[in-house]
């Protein structure tokens, strides 16, 4: 079966007009998705389902905004967290932009601290320098594990088996700071995969079963340090 781009996936799921009868390429879980499996996370209006600091997040003109100042700095990350179910296997479509610094999206993650609204677990990247967008990072864990482009097994005994299945230098020119860029995050079992416009960047299979998660919240963070904006829209999670 042909593999569709992520950007054409996101495409036909927002499309009402699109049937998949004559489309041979979609895939079935695509393809067979109701409206109940479907949940658009943001309103574009309100941050009605999320839960973070309110004087760093708020909604401008249809997107989610977080924002942090060089007056007012931030001592430590600090995320967005969504209220609403989470389901152990899911694909996770969001549009982001970041304006400086450090961002990234939270997922099957633990909340470390309520009242600061800090969370750790496995990240979908997201920086400003495009120097680690795009990679698997564990926040307030094993740190990273899978570099932009590669492909890693963690065994049973925590030990990395990494192999890389395309250049990393090369999927960077695909990602562009400061403009909109879709992000698509899968996690099926024990296999993470993200893909930033359409392409793979990172994929681990995590068998490490005192560290592995299989559920938890969905976050969008907020990093500590020099002052940033990031943007997020189009956020739709597919159960």
């Known amino acids: 079966m042909k593999r569709l781009t992520a950007g054409l996936i996101t495409t036909l799921l927002l499309s009402p007009s699109v049937s998949f009868a004559q489309d041979d390429a979609a895939p079935p879980t695509a393809a067979a998705k109701t409206a109940a499996d479907r949940v658009v996370m943001f309103d574009g209006k309100s941050l009605e389902g999320w839960k973070g600091r309110e004087d760093l997040w708020s909604v401008e003109e249809g997107q989610i905004v977080g924002k942090t100042t060089d007056t007012d700095p931030i001592d430590a990350n600090t995320f967005l967290i969504w209220q609403g179910d989470a389901p152990q296997d899911f694909e996770l479509v969001a549009w982001f932009k970041i304006e400086g610094g450090n961002s990234g999206i939270q997922y099957r993650s633990k909340i470390v601290d309520e009242a600061k609204f800090i969370v750790g677990g496995y990240q979908a990247d ?74 793979m960047t990172a994929e681990v299979i995590d068998q490490q079963p005192e560290k592995a998660s299989s559920d938890g919240v969905i976050a969008f963070q907020l990093h500590r340090g020099p002052a940033m904006t990031v943007r997020f829209k189009n956020i739709v999670l597919l159960k």
């Open 126 to 199: 997201i920086d400003f320098t495009n120097q680690f967008a795009g990679i698997l990072y564990e926040e307030r864990g094993r740190g990273i594990l899978a570099q932009r482009g590669h492909q890693v097994t963690i065994d049973a005994e925590g030990k990395m088996h990494d192999q890389s299945f395309a250049d990393g230098k090369a999927l960077a020119s695909a990602i562009h700071p400061g403009e909109w860029n879709e992000y698509r995050i899968v996690a099926r079992g024990n296999q993470l995969q993200h893909f930033i416009n359409g392409t």
